[in-house]
């Protein structure tokens, strides 16, 4: 198991290293400019890394790139790992990202109005 000092060194350097399309939504997410939820990107979940977390509602969104077309399996494993943490997970793709930006958006905001 990644000790907590590393994840948090490889949380660093994500954040150094975003692709173009965390870019495109940190622009919308930072800075509470998405109705004042304020969040984090590239957060330390134990086990794994976040692109993008609001602690006070628990939520997680993912980007997932073409990387993540052979991952499915994986990354639904590490969905249920998550959640058993008391965390909701939306998923995007990169595609979804630029074809829909505000069907993006609206979709975090619906589910940030529906977590307790």
Not at 29 to 47: A, G, S, T, V
Not at 75 to 101: A, T, Y
């Amino acid at each position: 198991m990644k000790s907590p000092r590393r994840t948090v060194e490889r949380a660093r350097q994500l954040r150094r290293e975003q692709t173009p399309f965390e870019a495109v939504l940190w622009k919308i997410l930072r800075d509470r400019q998405l109705e004042n939820y304020k969040f984090r990107r590239q957060h330390p979940i134990p086990l794994y890394i976040a692109d993008f977390a609001c602690i006070a509602k628990k939520l997680l969104v993912e980007l997932d790139g073409r990387g993540h077309d052979h991952t499915v399996e994986r990354d639904h494993n590490r969905d249920e790992v998550i959640k058993q943490q008391g965390w909701r997970v939306l998923r995007f793709s990169n595609v979804q990202l630029m074809r829909d930006r505000e069907g993006v958006v609206q979709t975090v905001l619906r589910e940030m109005e529906n977590c307790s």
